[in-house]
């Protein structure tokens, strides 16, 4: 189960910090993501982590204004997000993949598990 948290109404340029919490098994050895869906939109890759020597992904689009971090038990997976723009207004999706390969790590196909979503808007 992954529980996602820390949305909200914030202004352009301002900072919001994302958590998901995974419980319910062991996910050290999945890789994390974090998705997000704007109206009206598919639902896009935002970032990724691969427990297993840290690598991490970003979308062209957050690359240098947003970083996923992981705590020291592998239970929990934040996205710290500055610099916001209202485009960066959707709903927060975490997920969870096992065995998922780098190839796969920005498709939505790989991960096999979801949380609820958390909105984040983003006023001008």
């Known amino acids: 189960q992954l529980q996602a948290s820390g949305g909200g109404l914030v202004q352009a340029g301002g900072s919001l910090r994302l958590s998901c919490a995974a419980s319910?098994?062991?996910?050290?050895?999945?890789?994390m993501g974090w998705f997000r869906q704007a109206p009206g939109k598919e639902r896009e890759f935002v970032a990724g982590?691969?427990?297993?020597?840290?690598?991490?992904l970003y979308a062209d689009s957050v690359k240098g204004r947003f970083t996923i971090s992981g705590d020291n038990a592998k239970t929990t997976v934040f996205l710290q997000m500055n610099s916001l723009k209202p485009e960066d207004t959707a709903v927060y999706y975490c997920?969870?993949?096992?065995?998922?390969?780098?190839?796969?790590?920005?498709?939505?196909?790989?991960?096999?598990?979801w949380g609820q979503g958390t909105l984040v808007t983003v006023s001008s």
């Open positions: 997920a969870a993949g096992y065995g998922t390969i780098l190839s796969m790590m920005r498709e939505i196909r790989g991960y096999g598990y």
């Open positions: 319910g098994r062991t996910f050290s050895r999945y890789v």
């Open positions: 982590i691969r427990w297993s020597g840290g690598l991490t």
